[in-house]
């Protein structure tokens, strides 16, 4: 579950808390994301993430906490898919690729390709605001399981899989906005 500790002056606590409230995020003085009000200090060892915002601006901190809270819980979901006859449930963050041949789509893990009912176009959609983006006409990568990204043929890259021995070219349809999501 998705913590977070405040530290803000003690005339907005109420309001913050009320915020974090409406997304159901609980606050934690353990938790390592770190919800920060501009103007006041923080030892920034102790968080893995520090968020800093403007009081003035609590509509941007809850546009933004929106976000997180989309793409946290599309990250714990699932899908279900099929394989020797059977369904199995796949947790989406053990998803390495997606991959389309033909009027099949697969979910390909470091184990097991499931066909899943989803068409890529469908897939991209739900999880554009998360961990995947598209490569290719047939791919959409977990771009948290890439292990190396390699400068290809072309003005094309390359991408070695993690926990496999996948490698999957970023067509030149897509190198753009595979940039610009890496911020390359």
Not at 14 to 25: C, M, T, W
Not at 76 to 93: A, D, H, M
Not at 108 to 129: G, Q
Request: aromatic share 14%; with cysteine.
């Amino acid at each position: 579950m998705l913590k977070v500790r405040c530290i803000v002056r003690r005339k907005n606590e109420e309001r913050l808390a009320s915020l974090l409230a409406e997304y159901g995020i609980p606050i934690d003085k353990d938790s390592n994301i770190v919800l920060l009000e501009r103007g006041l200090s923080y030892s920034e060892t102790e968080a893995e993430l520090i968020i800093d915002f403007p009081p003035d601006r609590i509509d941007f901190l809850k546009t933004f906490l929106s976000g997180i809270c989309e793409n946290y819980t599309r990250e714990s979901s699932f899908l279900t898919g099929s394989r020797n006859n059977t369904y199995r449930i796949i947790p989406v963050k053990d998803i390495l690729f997606f991959r389309a041949d033909g009027n099949y789509v697969y979910a390909v893990t470091a184990e097991y390709v499931y066909e899943i009912k989803y068409r890529l176009y469908e897939l991209e959609e739900k999880f554009r605001h998360g961990n995947f983006i598209r490569t290719g006409k047939s791919y959409i990568v977990n771009i948290m399981k890439v292990r190396e990204i390699i400068p290809w043929f072309g003005s094309r890259l390359l991408l070695r899989i993690k926990d496999s021995d996948h490698r999957i070219e970023v067509s030149r349809n897509y190198i753009k906005s595979f940039k610009q999501y890496l911020e390359m």
